[in-house]
T-cell receptor, first 111, second 115 residues
């Protein structure tokens, strides 16, 4: 298996622009997680899905953030409009139980 | 709510010396425990995990960790570090109930290896 795939790996955008991050989980995994990593706050769980249904989005920082999982093999995390404080590394992970398998991350820079 | 504490932000160790990274968790029941390693600019790699059974678990790259229920700890150890072990190390905890609710991570310990 190719593991969890994320795209793009790097994204540089200007404040106010819409940003979409993409994730393809490991085939057969029924849980999908979005994490954000910053120097100040470390690794934070933003939202997670079970069988494509959002279960807990209490970690989503603001209404500017939204996540979808239209099918078992694809998820998006969208930020609209983006702000400089959104600059971080965003990780997607998938699992069938408590052990998570992480993707390589998307490094987002908002200028 | 569950939490994870890694009390050491930075640790410097000489190459060839032994290493112990500390991790304490706060959780009412027996948790699932993990150690991940992150090299600069890279993703998270699982070093080892504890679910149940033997409280001393072996992982990759020569690492081991010991679960001590009485101390709510899951410290990571390595008898002899290599320069390539320089990285950020994260301890994480998950609920031991059914399903998956995600991991709660500690803030990480930055390991520096001196030649």
């Amino acid at each position: 298996d190719a593991g969890v795939i994320q795209s793009p790996r790097h994204e540089v955008t200007e404040m106010g622009q819409e940003v979409t991050l993409r994730c393809k989980p490991i085939s057969g995994h029924d849980y999908l997680f979005w994490y954000r990593q910053t120097m100040m706050r470390g690794l934070e769980l933003l939202i997670y899905f079970n069988n494509n249904v959002p279960i807990d989005d209490s970690g989503m920082p603001e209404d500017r953030f939204s996540a979808k999982m239209p099918n078992a093999s694809f998820s998006t995390l969208k930020i609209q409009p983006s702000e400089p404080r959104d600059s971080a590394v965003y990780f997607c992970a998938s699992s069938t139980g408590p052990q998570l398998f992480f993707g390589p991350g998307t490094r987002l820079t908002v200028l | 709510a569950q939490s994870v504490t890694q009390p050491d932000i930075h640790i410097t160790v000489s190459e060839g010396a032994s290493l112990e990274l500390r991790c304490n968790y706060s959780y009412g029941a027996t948790p699932y425990l993990f150690w991940y390693v992150q090299s600069p600019g890279q993703g998270l790699q699982l070093l080892l995990k504890y679910f149940s059974g033997d409280t001393l678990v072996q992982g990759i790259k020569g690492f081991e960790a010991e679960f001590k229920r009485s101390q709510s700890s899951f410290n990571l150890r390595k008898p002899s570090v290599h320069w390539s072990d320089a990285a950020e190390y994260f301890c994480a905890v998950a609920y031991s109930g059914g399903g998956a609710d995600g991991l709660t991570f500690g803030k990480g310990t930055h390991l520096i290896i001196q030649p």
